[in-house]
């Protein structure tokens, strides 16, 4: 860790083995410095349908393949690579669709590879983009790594201290840069995870009172503001420089079903008909009514942790079951944490958001818990449910910061499969 003012407890060496792996594994190009005119602009970029082995003719179980040429905004070639790309094949007449697997070849080019998996028309259609709704070129991917080393607290918090008639508010983050101002150290003795304050002048650090989501410094230099322009150089289409569909037809007598793919290497399924379809022969269930959801549910304990998309599971299966039920636990809208119970199924279902960094409103230091603590309290077995999803908030710091959560996040997992081997655990990505 480079950054002078983050301090963090040391790994093991085989997590620290797999730290660098992971950090290894995901380097993105570097951008060299260039004038604006000299960035990756869409507009001026295309991309190609090669003919492939069949000279233009697709089967199902076939591969396409797309060239993808980046140019600047003075329509020139870009010679480097780094660009985030999106690629999917998509009908959305079938309600099908399929993620490509992009390789940047670092000279300006990429291929994107689809399997062909239905038949009947596809489209192909490529969306620069970065993270899930940010889409940025190489030279903006290259600022976002730039600022999360250099500057890992310009996303910031606050907490409330209060005694009596007494109250101040300080600034709090993973990472604090030394001041004359002594330290609040709220290091979660159990996980490990780093978290201070700058202490209040007149209260003890017993004293805090809340998490507060402070604000978002941009911190960008002169002429990185235009880097990100929505419609112009974020989340914008390339377009085509001939057709931009193709007709897949049906298999060849004889030719090899498509099998699963790993993470690093393709997609592991598909959608087609608006439903999800597993490659590799993964049988998958689908739960379509209130009946089938809560018959899948009955006689379960449910625990969702996370951030907001967790929190949507839990409203979505309430709006879903009719017998779920929410208890009114004074709870802040957004924060939780919240329960619902289906006295008829025997179906209790729980939220409980994750702990800091969190840019939610106010949450009480009560109610700030780590994930793996929680986990490490369940007794588990074959009628709990796990479901956990965290990310979002941590865009802006540091990947190590991201990486030893998990870490800690699967220890504990780890040791509630041990004593409960019963217990289903999902991650949500």
């Known amino acids: 860790m480079h950054r002078s003012f983050c301090t963090f407890q040391p790994l093991s060496p085989k997590d620290a083995l797999e730290e ?13 410095p260039v004038s604006l005119a000299q960035t990756s602009d869409p507009a ?3 991309f190609t349908i090669l003919p492939g082995r069949g000279g233009g003719q697709w089967h199902i179980g076939d591969q396409l393949e797309v060239m993808i040429q980046m ?38 080019s990429y291929s994107a590879v689809f399997s062909l998996l ?32 250099e500057q890992p607290d310009r996303m910031y918090f606050n907490s409330l201290f209060r005694s009596g008639s007494l109250s101040e508010t300080t600034v709090c983050n993973i990472c604090l840069r030394p001041t004359q101002q002594p330290l609040c150290n709220y290091t979660d003795v159990r996980t490990g995870e780093p978290w201070s304050c700058y202490k209040p002048k007149k209260l003890s650090c017993d004293a805090r009172v809340d998490h507060v989501r402070g604000g978002y410094r941009l911190n960008l230099k002169a002429q990185e503001e235009k880097l990100f322009r929505g419609g112009v150089n974020m989340k914008v289409s ?8 193709v007709t897949v037809l049906p298999k060849k007598e004889g030719q090899p079903k498509v099998k699963s793919t790993s993470v690093t290497s393709g997609p592991s399924g598909y959608y087609y008909q608006d439903v999800w379809r597993a490659l590799g022969g993964t049988t998958v269930h689908q739960f379509n009514t209130p009946y089938a959801i809560s018959q899948c549910l009955q ?27 929410e208890f009114d636990l004074h709870s802040l809208k957004n924060v939780g944490p919240f329960m619902a119970l289906d006295y008829a199924n025997n179906i209790l279902l729980t939220f409980r958001c994750h702990g800091p960094p969190l840019f939610f409103a106010r949450v009480s230091t009560s109610e700030l818990r780590y994930i793996a603590n929680e986990l490490d309290g369940l007794i588990g077995g074959t009628n709990t449910v796990v479901v956990f999803g965290i990310w979002a908030h941590f865009s802006t710091f540091p990947m190590e910061i991201y990486i030893r959560r998990l870490q800690s996040i699967r220890g504990a997992v780890v040791r509630l499969l041990d004593r409960a081997p019963g217990t289903l655990v999902f991650a949500l990505d």
């Open 118 to 149: 239905w038949e009947g028309g596809a489209q192909v259609e490529v969306i620069m983009l970065t993270q899930v709704t940010l889409v940025h070129p190489s030279e903006a991917v290259t600022v976002l790594n730039r600022l999360n080393s």
């Open 44 to 46: 001026h970029s295309t």
């Open 20 to 32: 660098r792996f992971i950090l290894h594994s995901i380097a993105w190009p570097e951008t060299p």
């Open 299 to 325: 006689g379960k304990v449910v625990h969702l942790y996370g951030d907001s998309t967790i929190r949507q599971w839990f409203y979505f299966l309430i709006a879903a079951l009719p017998d779920l039920k």
């Open 71 to 108: 140019s600047d905004f003075k329509g020139r070639p870009k010679k480097c690579g780094g660009d985030f790309l999106l690629a999917k094949l998509h009908n959305w007449k079938l309600g099908a669709g399929v993620a490509g697997q992009v390789v940047d070849h670092l000279n300006g």
């Open 238 to 245: 390339i377009r085509a420089s001939g057709p931009a569909s």
